[in-house]
């Protein structure tokens, strides 16, 4: 097992109920072990990277309306 701890930087975070909305989503994933939103649109997970991926977390954010934010 190879564990993976990042931070993505989503855009359209804007208040509490976008941080449970993203809680929300990702609850029961596959491979998530941890995840914490917040308010300046930063979501930390940390997950398996054999059972699930960096791809698959970002396709479930986008089930819930938010979208990683470009770099910079």
Known sequence: ???????????????????????????????????????KGELTVTYDNERTSREALLREVARGGFREAPPG
């Open 1 to 39: 097992m190879a564990t993976v701890t990042e931070t993505i930087r989503l855009k359209g975070v804007t208040c509490g109920r976008c941080v449970m909305r993203l809680r929300h989503v990702l609850s029961g994933h596959d491979g998530l072990e941890s995840v914490d939103a917040t308010l």
